[in-house]
Structures are given as C-alpha cells and as structure tokens.
C-alpha cells in the first residue's frame, strides 16, 4: 500500500518552455501533498505543500508564479514549471501524506 | 532559521559491522522524526519513525531519541553492502502541516 507515482520520470525541454509534472496516490487518498526539489548532492527541499480544494503553500523564495501547484483531486497534483530556465534543471519528488509522507520515484527535469 | 544536521561523511563500515548515524535539530519543540534512505537518482524510501525519546527497533534498524539534547540516530546492526545509500534524517516542526525538513544526508558504504 501507499505508492506515489510521478509521471514523467524523466524530461527534457528547452529554456522558455513549460512542463508539468503530475503526482499521484494510487491506492489512498491524500488531502496534502508536498513537492520538494534537489539539486545534485543537496538534500531535499521544500518548495510547497498542495492542498486539496484550495492554494497551495510556497515557502519562502520559491515563486508561485513560475511554480504552478493544481491540487484539483484527492488523488493527483500537478506541478507546472513555467518558463523554464537551465537553472530549473533537478531533481523534483513529490510525496503525498496519510500517517506519514510517501514518495513518488521523482522527476529529473533538464532545461537546455 | 530551523535547521537539521547531518554530517555528510562519507561513513564507511565493514560488512557485519554496526553503522552508527547521527543527526541533530535546531527546534526544541521538534515532535517527529524520520529516517529516509535514498539511493543514488532515486527518490528517499522511509526505514523508521520516532516520536517519543528512548529507543525504537524494526529488524537491523535502531532509531534512537534524545529530545532534551536534540539528538536522533539511527544504528544499522549486521550492515549489508546493500545498505550502501545516503541516509536522510528529517524532522516536522509543524505538526498541523506537517511538511519535513531534511538534513543533508550522510552516505554510507559499507566494504564487503
């Protein structure tokens, strides 16, 4: 029980383009679901908690407008990376919340 | 600024060996912790959860609490080369939303 999926797991784009990343609990329901980002050899970090029906939360110096969060189901939440940069390039995960936060196998996403 | 650290190692054992992990947290009124491996590209898989201080066993895995010296560890008895990884600690301060914040992670190799 308890798996994430993440789709792509792998995408490559050029510089300005837009790419959305889902999230998905397969076999529950989560009301919370969080997307983190890591950069090659740095730990995870927290780019915002998506909330079921309502806006997402971003931390501190992550842009909500270029860091799109769509929370639209109980069982998907979509990140979309608008105009996307080089420095976009890394390593997204999702994970979705029930007794404990499990996560999706991520997204490596590169920006040409 | 809440903070969890790690030291990065690498921390390297012998096969059979313990492998002793170390991690310590910034916010006294931390309530929950956890122990994340990860494998190099892949997303972080959970090994344990601790909440209360003292000790907690799951087979190989001892995660141990000190919440008065803000200390969690997690001890890898009979360390098998396939517990080579990083080992993320990971720490939630807000129990309502209950987002994690990780250390940066130590990587274990353990020698055949």
């Known amino acids: 029980g308890a798996v994430v999926s993440q789709h792509p797991s792998r995408v490559i784009c050029k510089s300005g383009t837009s790419v959305k990343i889902e999230c998905r609990s397969l076999?529950?329901?989560?009301?919370?679901m969080f997307w983190y980002r890591q950069f090659p050899k740095q730990s995870l970090m927290l780019m915002a908690t998506?909330?079921?029906?309502?806006?997402?939360?971003?931390e501190q110096g992550v842009e909500k407008d270029k860091f799109l969060i769509n929370h639209a189901s109980l069982t998907l939440s979509t990140l979309t990376v608008t105009s996307a940069h080089p420095e976009d390039s890394s390593f997204y995960i999702c994970?979705?919340?029930?007794?404990?936060?499990?996560f999706g196998p991520g997204t490596r996403l590169t920006v040409l | 600024q809440k903070e969890v650290e790690q030291n990065s190692g690498p921390l390297s054992v012998p096969e059979g060996a313990i492998a002793s992990l170390n991690c310590t947290y910034s916010?006294?009124?931390?309530?929950?912790f956890f122990w994340y491996r990860q494998y190099s590209g892949k997303s972080p898989e959970l090994i344990m959860s601790i909440y209360s201080n003292g000790d907690k066993e799951d087979g190989r895995f001892t995660a141990q609490l000190n919440k008065a010296s803000q200390y969690v560890s997690l001890l890898i008895r009979d360390s098998q080369p396939s517990d080579s990884a990083t080992y993320l600690c990971?720490?939630?301060?807000?129990?309502?939303?209950?987002?994690?914040?990780f250390g940066s992670g130590t990587r274990l190799q353990v020698q055949p």
């Open positions: 998506s909330n079921e029906g309502s806006k997402a939360t971003y």
């Open positions: 076999d529950f329901q989560a009301t919370t």
């Open positions: 994970s979705a919340l029930t007794d404990t936060q499990y």
């Open positions: 916010d006294r009124g931390s309530q929950s």
């Open positions: 990971a720490v939630n301060w807000d129990t309502g939303r209950r987002a994690l914040t």
